[in-house]
């Protein structure tokens, strides 16, 4: 079935570690999306790609970093995980301009 | 002050209501606005999809976009117990790649 696949679908993590949550598509889209959700906030946009090869920050990048080595695959790493960092992350991708994004079944973080 | 407002609910209604669930923008230069339903523990998936001003309808859903109040909504006819889940609005401007979401409304229909 065609879509965006993350890995891995929940983990608990010690603040202070290394995480690289991974995200794959097989639509050919060229935009891709990272996205926190929390409660009362809803989706916030951490970093996006419009192509492979170029990224830009979102909403709220601190923490984070991404890479777009190839059109499919769209890591999200944080490099020293903190507290505030505990959500459920959606990576989402779209065909290029429009608006329809399309999301997969979120990582689910926490950081003690 | 948020670009997007929407009402977090939840809303509970019984089944076979009519169900309206609205947001309001600042931004005008927001051209696309869409409608994402997220059941629990899923991700979101997109339910309408329109550009600029009107109306479109699919099945038992009617989205609006009003761009001169910068209000836009999703009504739901007949409302079905399948249809609890919480609706998120997005919205985006005809440049970059940026789209920005709604807080999302929790709606549950009773059977």
């Known amino acids: 079935i065609a879509g965006i696949t993350q890995a891995p679908t929940s983990q608990i993590l010690a603040a202070g570690r290394r995480m690289t949550l991974r995200c794959t598509q097989d639509?050919?889209?060229?935009?891709m999306y990272w996205y926190r959700q929390d409660l009362g906030l809803g989706l916030r946009l951490i970093h996006y790609?419009?192509?492979?090869?170029?990224?830009g920050k979102g909403e709220v990048p601190d923490g984070y970093s991404v890479s777009r080595a190839n059109t499919d695959d769209f890591p999200l790493t944080l490099a020293s995980a903190v507290p505030s960092q505990t959500s459920v992350y959606f990576c989402?991708?779209?065909?290029?301009?429009?608006?329809?994004?399309?999301f997969g079944e979120g990582s689910r973080l926490t950081v003690l | 002050q948020k670009e997007v407002e929407q009402d977090p609910g939840p809303l509970s209604v019984p089944e076979g209501a009519i169900v309206s669930l609205n947001c309001t923008y600042s931004?005008?230069?927001?051209?696309?606005f869409m409608w994402y339903r997220q059941y629990s523990r899923k991700g979101p998936e997109l339910l309408m999809y329109?550009?600029?001003?009107g109306n479109k309808e699919d099945g038992r859903f009617t989205a609006q976009v009003d761009k001169s109040s910068k209000y836009i909504s999703l009504f739901i006819r007949d409302s079905q117990p399948s249809d609890s889940a919480t609706y998120l609005c997005?919205?985006?401007?005809?440049?970059?790649?940026?789209?920005?979401f709604g807080a999302g409304t929790r709606l549950f229909v009773k059977a």
């Open positions: 329109t550009y600029s001003s």
């Open positions: 790609s419009n192509t492979a090869g170029t990224t």
């Open positions: 639509m050919r889209h060229n935009a």
């Open positions: 931004n005008s230069a927001f051209q696309y």
């Open positions: 989402a991708s779209s065909a290029q301009g429009t608006g329809e994004l399309f």
């Open positions: 997005a919205m985006k401007g005809t440049g970059g790649f940026k789209t920005i």
